[in-house]
């Protein structure tokens, strides 16, 4: 039986991220939307190359 990805071994949450470059998971998601990388609803930009 082949195991399926799970979400927390590909993926890092804001918090996680945020926790990396010494900012708040808010702050890092505002960051996304300031470099177009999120849309202003919370999802991913065309750009990010995840839709």
């Known amino acids: ?23 708040s ?3 890092f998601g505002n960051l996304l939307k300031q470099h177009g990388l999120r849309e202003k609803d919370g999802e991913p930009s065309s750009l990010s190359g995840l839709k």
């Open 25 to 27: 998971a808010v702050k």
């Open 1 to 23: 039986m082949v195991k399926k990805n799970n979400f927390r071994k590909t993926w890092k949450t804001l918090t996680e991220l945020g926790q990396e470059f010494g900012v």
